[in-house]
Protein backbone atom coordinates (compact mmCIF):
# COMPACT_ATOMS: atom_id res chain seq x y z
CA UNK A 1 0.00 0.00 0.00
CA UNK A 2 1.01 3.24 -0.85
CA UNK A 3 2.35 5.46 2.22
CA UNK A 4 2.82 9.14 2.26
CA UNK A 5 4.66 11.72 4.92
CA UNK A 6 2.92 14.99 5.25
CA UNK A 7 4.46 17.46 7.42
CA UNK A 8 1.74 19.14 8.95
CA UNK A 9 2.43 23.08 9.64
CA UNK A 10 -0.76 24.23 11.92
CA UNK A 11 0.93 27.68 12.35
CA UNK A 12 -1.25 30.43 14.14
CA UNK A 13 -4.74 31.65 15.47
CA UNK A 14 -7.72 29.32 13.48
CA UNK A 15 -4.82 27.49 11.85
CA UNK A 16 -4.78 24.58 14.49
CA UNK A 17 -8.76 24.27 14.66
CA UNK A 18 -8.80 24.10 11.05
CA UNK A 19 -5.83 21.90 10.73
CA UNK A 20 -7.72 19.09 13.29
CA UNK A 21 -10.51 18.58 10.84
CA UNK A 22 -8.58 18.10 8.06
CA UNK A 23 -5.92 15.70 9.76
CA UNK A 24 -9.49 13.50 10.81
CA UNK A 25 -11.06 13.74 7.46
CA UNK A 26 -7.29 12.75 5.75
CA UNK A 27 -7.54 9.51 7.86
CA UNK A 28 -11.02 8.78 6.82
CA UNK A 29 -10.28 9.00 3.30
CA UNK A 30 -7.23 6.90 3.80
CA UNK A 31 -8.90 4.24 5.14
CA UNK A 32 -11.38 4.16 2.99
CA UNK A 33 -9.29 4.17 -0.41
CA UNK A 34 -6.56 2.10 1.10
CA UNK A 35 -3.08 4.23 1.18
CA UNK A 36 -1.82 5.30 4.60
CA UNK A 37 -0.82 8.62 5.74
CA UNK A 38 2.21 9.32 8.25
CA UNK A 39 1.38 13.09 9.78
CA UNK A 40 4.62 14.90 11.18
CA UNK A 41 3.48 18.06 13.27
CA UNK A 42 5.74 21.02 13.41
CA UNK A 43 5.81 24.63 14.69
CA UNK A 44 5.84 27.86 12.70
CA UNK A 45 5.02 30.74 12.23
CA UNK A 46 3.96 33.05 15.98
CA UNK A 47 4.00 29.44 17.55
CA UNK A 48 7.44 28.33 16.61
CA UNK A 49 8.45 32.35 17.59
CA UNK A 50 6.88 31.97 21.19
CA UNK A 51 8.68 28.41 21.36
CA UNK A 52 11.79 29.01 19.92
CA UNK A 53 12.36 32.29 19.20
CA UNK A 54 12.61 32.01 15.49
CA UNK A 55 9.65 31.62 12.69
CA UNK A 56 11.05 28.80 10.81
CA UNK A 57 13.34 26.61 13.17
CA UNK A 58 15.65 24.17 11.31
CA UNK A 59 13.79 21.14 12.74
CA UNK A 60 10.87 22.26 10.78
CA UNK A 61 12.55 23.08 7.72
CA UNK A 62 14.72 19.71 7.66
CA UNK A 63 10.55 17.77 8.21
CA UNK A 64 9.43 19.87 4.63
CA UNK A 65 12.22 18.55 3.12
CA UNK A 66 12.23 14.83 3.91
CA UNK A 67 8.65 14.92 3.79
CA UNK A 68 6.51 14.18 0.41
CA UNK A 69 4.15 17.29 0.76
CA UNK A 70 3.64 19.96 3.04
CA UNK A 71 0.02 20.60 4.82
CA UNK A 72 0.49 24.70 5.84
CA UNK A 73 -2.55 26.05 8.28
CA UNK A 74 -1.77 29.71 8.58
CA UNK A 75 0.37 31.94 10.20
CA UNK A 76 0.71 35.84 11.91
CA UNK A 77 -1.77 37.64 14.26
CA UNK A 78 -1.44 40.63 16.35
CA UNK A 79 1.02 39.56 18.87
CA UNK A 80 3.46 39.47 16.25
CA UNK A 81 3.06 42.19 14.50
CA UNK A 82 5.90 44.39 16.30
CA UNK A 83 8.84 42.12 15.62
CA UNK A 84 11.18 43.17 12.62
CA UNK A 85 9.84 42.53 9.24
CA UNK A 86 11.76 39.43 8.92
CA UNK A 87 11.76 38.26 11.86
CA UNK A 88 7.65 37.80 11.71
CA UNK A 89 5.54 35.31 10.64
CA UNK A 90 4.79 35.70 7.34
CA UNK A 91 7.66 36.94 6.05
CA UNK A 92 9.73 34.70 8.25
CA UNK A 93 8.37 31.66 7.64
CA UNK A 94 5.40 31.28 4.67
CA UNK A 95 7.22 32.88 1.95
CA UNK A 96 10.89 31.43 2.70
CA UNK A 97 8.99 28.58 2.48
CA UNK A 98 7.44 29.57 -0.88
CA UNK A 99 10.95 30.49 -1.98
CA UNK A 100 13.20 27.93 -0.69
CA UNK A 101 11.14 24.97 -2.42
CA UNK A 102 10.45 26.97 -5.59
CA UNK A 103 6.66 27.01 -5.33
CA UNK A 104 5.81 29.24 -8.02
CA UNK A 105 2.82 28.25 -8.95
CA UNK A 106 -0.43 28.44 -6.76
CA UNK A 107 -3.53 27.52 -7.79
CA UNK A 108 -6.68 28.39 -5.96
CA UNK A 109 -10.09 27.27 -7.39
CA UNK A 110 -13.18 28.62 -6.91
CA UNK A 111 -16.80 27.87 -7.46
CA UNK A 112 -20.57 28.66 -6.97
CA UNK A 113 -22.53 25.52 -7.60
CA UNK A 114 -25.60 26.61 -8.97
CA UNK A 115 -27.22 24.48 -6.36
CA UNK A 116 -26.20 26.44 -3.78
CA UNK A 117 -26.14 30.09 -5.18
CA UNK A 118 -27.32 31.17 -2.08
CA UNK A 119 -23.83 30.99 -0.51
CA UNK A 120 -23.06 33.76 -2.55
CA UNK A 121 -23.53 37.41 -1.29
CA UNK A 122 -23.94 38.22 -5.01
CA UNK A 123 -27.25 39.25 -6.40
CA UNK A 124 -29.34 36.04 -7.55
CA UNK A 125 -29.59 36.96 -10.73
CA UNK A 126 -25.20 37.04 -10.86
CA UNK A 127 -24.97 34.51 -8.53
CA UNK A 128 -27.78 31.43 -10.36
CA UNK A 129 -25.43 31.62 -13.09
CA UNK A 130 -22.53 30.15 -11.06
CA UNK A 131 -18.88 30.50 -11.02
CA UNK A 132 -15.94 28.00 -11.98
CA UNK A 133 -12.35 30.09 -11.63
CA UNK A 134 -9.21 28.73 -11.07
CA UNK A 135 -6.71 31.57 -10.58
CA UNK A 136 -3.21 30.95 -11.47
CA UNK A 137 -1.01 33.00 -8.75
CA UNK A 138 2.83 33.88 -9.67
CA UNK A 139 4.38 33.07 -6.67
CA UNK A 140 7.81 33.54 -5.79
CA UNK A 141 8.39 36.42 -7.92
CA UNK A 142 7.72 40.01 -7.98
CA UNK A 143 7.21 42.65 -5.24
CA UNK A 144 7.05 39.99 -2.79
CA UNK A 145 10.46 39.49 -3.56
CA UNK A 146 11.89 42.60 -5.08
CA UNK A 147 14.42 44.95 -3.43
CA UNK A 148 12.84 46.27 -0.47
CA UNK A 149 14.34 49.25 2.23
CA UNK A 150 13.26 52.08 4.29
CA UNK A 151 14.81 54.89 6.16
CA UNK A 152 12.69 56.79 8.91
CA UNK A 153 11.18 59.04 6.43
CA UNK A 154 10.74 56.95 3.30
CA UNK A 155 10.39 53.18 2.13
CA UNK A 156 10.50 51.01 -1.48
CA UNK A 157 9.44 47.84 -2.41
CA UNK A 158 10.27 46.87 -5.86
CA UNK A 159 8.82 44.69 -8.25
CA UNK A 160 10.54 42.59 -11.01
CA UNK A 161 9.76 40.25 -13.13
CA UNK A 162 11.96 38.22 -15.98
CA UNK A 163 10.49 36.46 -19.11
CA UNK A 164 11.39 32.78 -17.54
CA UNK A 165 9.58 33.83 -14.51
CA UNK A 166 6.66 35.27 -16.72
CA UNK A 167 6.57 32.05 -18.83
CA UNK A 168 6.50 29.36 -16.74
CA UNK A 169 3.17 30.59 -15.08
CA UNK A 170 1.53 31.17 -18.18
CA UNK A 171 2.54 27.83 -19.29
CA UNK A 172 0.61 26.37 -16.08
CA UNK A 173 -2.09 28.38 -16.78
CA UNK A 174 -2.83 27.41 -20.43
CA UNK A 175 -2.14 23.59 -19.85
CA UNK A 176 -4.88 24.05 -17.03
CA UNK A 177 -7.45 26.50 -19.76
CA UNK A 178 -6.90 23.09 -21.87
CA UNK A 179 -8.90 20.94 -19.26
CA UNK A 180 -11.34 23.20 -18.67
CA UNK A 181 -13.09 25.76 -20.73
CA UNK A 182 -10.42 26.82 -22.97
CA UNK A 183 -9.94 30.37 -22.04
CA UNK A 184 -7.31 32.35 -19.94
CA UNK A 185 -7.61 35.86 -18.88
CA UNK A 186 -4.45 37.46 -18.17
CA UNK A 187 -4.49 40.41 -15.62
CA UNK A 188 -2.27 43.60 -15.39
CA UNK A 189 -2.05 46.66 -15.50
CA UNK A 190 0.32 47.06 -18.80
CA UNK A 191 -1.08 50.86 -18.98
CA UNK A 192 1.14 51.87 -16.04
CA UNK A 193 3.55 49.30 -15.13
CA UNK A 194 6.92 48.13 -17.33
CA UNK A 195 6.30 44.57 -15.33
CA UNK A 196 3.18 44.86 -16.74
CA UNK A 197 3.67 45.51 -20.50
CA UNK A 198 6.72 42.60 -20.24
CA UNK A 199 4.46 40.77 -18.48
CA UNK A 200 1.29 40.66 -21.56
CA UNK A 201 4.17 40.95 -24.47
CA UNK A 202 5.35 37.10 -23.11
CA UNK A 203 2.36 35.73 -22.51
CA UNK A 204 0.66 36.81 -25.76
CA UNK A 205 4.14 35.00 -27.38
CA UNK A 206 3.17 31.68 -24.49
CA UNK A 207 -0.20 31.62 -26.36
CA UNK A 208 0.78 31.13 -29.37
CA UNK A 209 1.38 27.17 -28.25
CA UNK A 210 -2.05 26.85 -27.40
CA UNK A 211 -4.22 27.98 -30.65
CA UNK A 212 -6.97 25.87 -28.93
CA UNK A 213 -7.54 28.43 -26.36
CA UNK A 214 -8.79 31.86 -26.37
CA UNK A 215 -6.52 34.48 -24.48
CA UNK A 216 -7.58 38.01 -23.05
CA UNK A 217 -5.96 40.76 -21.31
CA UNK A 218 -7.86 42.39 -18.50
CA UNK A 219 -6.59 45.46 -16.81
CA UNK A 220 -6.52 44.08 -12.57
CA UNK A 221 -9.05 47.40 -11.83
CA UNK A 222 -12.04 46.17 -14.60
CA UNK A 223 -10.98 42.64 -13.43
CA UNK A 224 -11.31 43.35 -9.83
CA UNK A 225 -14.99 44.93 -11.00
CA UNK A 226 -16.02 42.53 -13.23
CA UNK A 227 -15.53 39.59 -11.20
CA UNK A 228 -18.65 40.74 -9.34
CA UNK A 229 -20.26 42.52 -12.22
CA UNK A 230 -20.06 38.73 -13.58
CA UNK A 231 -17.94 36.19 -12.69
CA UNK A 232 -18.71 33.20 -14.57
CA UNK A 233 -17.37 34.95 -17.87
CA UNK A 234 -13.88 33.63 -16.40
CA UNK A 235 -12.70 30.16 -16.70
CA UNK A 236 -8.46 30.20 -15.63
CA UNK A 237 -7.34 33.75 -14.31
CA UNK A 238 -3.47 34.01 -14.71
CA UNK A 239 -2.13 36.56 -11.79
CA UNK A 240 0.82 37.70 -10.67
CA UNK A 241 2.10 37.19 -7.36
CA UNK A 242 0.40 41.11 -5.85
CA UNK A 243 -2.77 41.08 -8.05
CA UNK A 244 -3.59 36.90 -7.95
CA UNK A 245 -3.32 37.36 -3.79
CA UNK A 246 -5.69 40.13 -3.72
CA UNK A 247 -7.86 38.52 -6.52
CA UNK A 248 -7.96 35.26 -5.10
CA UNK A 249 -9.84 36.86 -1.78
CA UNK A 250 -12.27 38.24 -3.57
CA UNK A 251 -13.01 35.18 -5.23
CA UNK A 252 -13.32 33.17 -2.00
CA UNK A 253 -15.66 36.18 -0.60
CA UNK A 254 -17.92 35.43 -3.64
CA UNK A 255 -17.85 32.12 -3.57
CA UNK A 256 -19.43 32.41 0.11
CA UNK A 257 -16.36 32.60 2.03
CA UNK A 258 -12.54 33.25 2.72
CA UNK A 259 -12.94 30.01 4.64
CA UNK A 260 -14.19 27.75 1.91
CA UNK A 261 -11.02 29.16 -0.33
CA UNK A 262 -8.26 26.28 -0.97
CA UNK A 263 -4.74 26.25 -2.14
CA UNK A 264 -1.82 24.35 -3.95
CA UNK A 265 1.40 25.99 -4.35
CA UNK A 266 3.43 23.79 -6.48
CA UNK A 267 7.24 24.06 -7.88
CA UNK A 268 8.40 22.17 -11.15
CA UNK A 269 8.29 18.65 -9.61
CA UNK A 270 5.22 17.68 -7.97
CA UNK A 271 6.25 19.23 -5.02
CA UNK A 272 3.64 21.40 -3.07
CA UNK A 273 2.75 23.23 0.15
CA UNK A 274 -1.40 23.16 0.54
CA UNK A 275 -3.00 25.73 2.23
CA UNK A 276 -6.27 27.85 3.13
CA UNK A 277 -6.57 31.38 0.88
CA UNK A 278 -7.24 32.87 4.17
CA UNK A 279 -4.75 33.62 7.51
CA UNK A 280 -4.99 33.38 10.86
CA UNK A 281 -8.40 35.19 11.93
CA UNK A 282 -7.47 36.54 14.76
CA UNK A 283 -11.07 38.27 15.02
CA UNK A 284 -12.49 34.04 15.31
CA UNK A 285 -9.52 32.40 17.11
CA UNK A 286 -9.87 30.51 19.91
CA UNK A 287 -14.24 30.34 19.40
CA UNK A 288 -13.70 26.75 17.50
CA UNK A 289 -16.37 29.21 14.67
CA UNK A 290 -13.79 28.93 11.77
CA UNK A 291 -14.78 27.56 8.56
CA UNK A 292 -12.57 24.23 8.25
CA UNK A 293 -13.04 23.83 4.49
CA UNK A 294 -10.78 25.99 3.16
CA UNK A 295 -7.93 23.81 4.96
CA UNK A 296 -10.27 20.19 3.92
CA UNK A 297 -9.93 21.19 0.51
CA UNK A 298 -6.43 21.96 0.55
CA UNK A 299 -5.76 18.18 1.81
CA UNK A 300 -7.93 17.24 -1.13
CA UNK A 301 -5.33 19.17 -3.45
CA UNK A 302 -2.61 17.54 -1.94
CA UNK A 303 -4.23 14.05 -2.61
CA UNK A 304 -4.49 15.05 -6.28
CA UNK A 305 -1.52 17.26 -7.72
CA UNK A 306 1.13 15.38 -5.20
CA UNK A 307 0.13 12.19 -4.85
CA UNK A 308 -1.91 11.27 -7.98
CA UNK A 309 -4.71 10.03 -5.52
CA UNK A 310 -7.53 11.97 -8.14
CA UNK A 311 -10.72 9.28 -6.15
CA UNK A 312 -9.66 10.17 -2.59
CA UNK A 313 -9.49 13.99 -3.74
CA UNK A 314 -12.80 13.61 -5.85
CA UNK A 315 -13.93 11.53 -2.55
CA UNK A 316 -13.07 14.35 -0.21
CA UNK A 317 -14.69 17.49 -2.52
CA UNK A 318 -17.99 15.44 -2.87
CA UNK A 319 -18.33 15.20 0.87
CA UNK A 320 -18.02 18.91 1.15
CA UNK A 321 -20.85 19.16 -1.14
CA UNK A 322 -23.13 17.31 0.27
CA UNK A 323 -22.31 19.35 3.54
CA UNK A 324 -22.62 22.97 1.27
CA UNK A 325 -25.98 21.28 0.23
CA UNK A 326 -27.11 20.65 3.70
CA UNK A 327 -26.28 23.65 4.95
CA UNK A 328 -23.74 22.27 7.52
CA UNK A 329 -22.08 25.69 7.67
CA UNK A 330 -20.24 27.57 9.97
CA UNK A 331 -21.28 31.26 10.48
CA UNK A 332 -18.85 32.75 8.11
CA UNK A 333 -20.95 31.58 5.49
CA UNK A 334 -24.53 31.42 7.37
CA UNK A 335 -24.77 34.21 10.44
CA UNK A 336 -26.83 32.37 12.35
CA UNK A 337 -25.20 28.48 11.90
CA UNK A 338 -25.23 26.59 14.91
CA UNK A 339 -22.78 24.41 13.41
CA UNK A 340 -19.27 24.90 14.36
CA UNK A 341 -15.77 23.81 13.35
CA UNK A 342 -16.21 20.57 15.02
CA UNK A 343 -19.33 19.73 13.90
CA UNK A 344 -18.41 20.94 9.93
CA UNK A 345 -15.22 18.17 9.80
CA UNK A 346 -17.20 15.80 11.85
CA UNK A 347 -19.96 15.76 8.89
CA UNK A 348 -17.75 15.88 5.92
CA UNK A 349 -16.19 12.79 7.48
CA UNK A 350 -19.37 11.06 7.86
CA UNK A 351 -20.29 11.47 4.44
CA UNK A 352 -16.67 10.43 3.58
CA UNK A 353 -18.09 6.90 5.36
CA UNK A 354 -21.78 6.99 3.50
CA UNK A 355 -19.82 7.48 0.08
CA UNK A 356 -19.12 4.81 -2.47
CA UNK A 357 -15.70 4.92 -3.77
CA UNK A 358 -16.78 3.31 -6.84
CA UNK A 359 -20.10 5.55 -7.83
CA UNK A 360 -18.26 8.79 -7.77
CA UNK A 361 -19.90 11.60 -9.62
CA UNK A 362 -18.02 13.38 -11.97
CA UNK A 363 -16.59 16.05 -10.55
CA UNK A 364 -17.67 19.73 -12.14
P1 LIG B 1 -7.67 36.61 7.39
O1 LIG B 1 -7.76 35.83 6.11
O2 LIG B 1 -7.03 35.93 8.52
O3 LIG B 1 -9.13 37.07 7.83
C1 LIG B 1 -9.93 37.94 7.03
C2 LIG B 1 -11.40 37.76 7.43
O4 LIG B 1 -11.86 36.49 6.93
C3 LIG B 1 -11.63 37.74 8.93
O5 LIG B 1 -12.84 38.35 9.24
C4 LIG B 1 -11.68 36.25 9.24
O6 LIG B 1 -12.45 35.94 10.38
C5 LIG B 1 -12.31 35.69 7.97
N1 LIG B 1 -11.87 34.31 7.75
C6 LIG B 1 -10.69 33.90 7.21
N2 LIG B 1 -10.61 32.58 7.20
C7 LIG B 1 -11.74 32.12 7.76
C8 LIG B 1 -12.26 30.83 8.05
N3 LIG B 1 -11.55 29.71 7.75
N4 LIG B 1 -13.47 30.72 8.63
C9 LIG B 1 -14.19 31.82 8.91
N5 LIG B 1 -13.77 33.07 8.67
C10 LIG B 1 -12.56 33.22 8.10
O7 LIG B 1 -6.92 37.95 7.00
P2 LIG B 1 -6.40 39.16 7.93
O8 LIG B 1 -7.31 39.38 9.08
O9 LIG B 1 -6.12 40.23 7.00
O10 LIG B 1 -5.00 38.61 8.47
C11 LIG B 1 -4.85 37.98 9.73
C12 LIG B 1 -3.45 37.38 9.82
O11 LIG B 1 -3.34 36.25 8.93
C13 LIG B 1 -2.35 38.34 9.38
O12 LIG B 1 -1.26 38.14 10.24
C14 LIG B 1 -2.04 37.89 7.98
O13 LIG B 1 -0.75 38.22 7.54
C15 LIG B 1 -2.20 36.42 8.12
N6 LIG B 1 -2.42 35.69 6.87
C16 LIG B 1 -1.79 34.49 6.78
C17 LIG B 1 -2.02 33.69 5.68
C18 LIG B 1 -1.32 32.38 5.61
O14 LIG B 1 -0.66 31.99 6.53
N7 LIG B 1 -1.44 31.63 4.56
C19 LIG B 1 -2.90 34.10 4.68
C20 LIG B 1 -3.53 35.34 4.82
C21 LIG B 1 -3.30 36.13 5.93
C1 LIG C 1 -1.87 34.45 1.01
C2 LIG C 1 -1.44 35.37 2.13
C3 LIG C 1 0.06 35.62 2.06
C4 LIG C 1 0.34 36.27 0.72
C5 LIG C 1 0.64 36.45 3.20
C6 LIG C 1 0.32 35.88 4.55
C7 LIG C 1 2.14 36.58 3.05
O1 LIG C 1 -2.16 36.56 2.10
O2 LIG C 1 -1.35 33.33 0.91
O3 LIG C 1 -2.76 34.84 0.24
O4 LIG C 1 0.19 37.50 0.59
O5 LIG C 1 0.72 35.56 -0.21
MN1 LIG D 1 -3.76 36.58 0.66
Given at each position: TKHYNIAVLAGDGIGPEVMAEAVKVL??????????????????????????GEPLPAATLALCKTSDAILFGSVGGPKWTGLAPDQQ????????LRKTFDLFCNLRPGHIYPEFADLSPLHPRISSKGMNILCVRELTG???????????????????????????????????????????????????????????????????????VTLEHMYIDNAAMQLIRSPQQFDVLL???LFGDILS??????????????SASLNGSGFGLYEPAGGSAPDIAGKGIANPIAQILSAALMLRFSF?????????????????????????????????????????VAAIHNLSVNNMPVPT
Open positions: TAVADKCGFSVNLNTALVGGAAIDASPERGSLLPGIYFGEKGRTSTDAFDTQRYSITEIERIARVAFEAAIKRNNKVTSIDKANVLQTSVLWRETVQRVAQHYPSCDNDEIAAIAGSLGLLPGQEQAAQLIEQAVQQCLSQRIVTPDIEPNSSYNTVAVGDAV
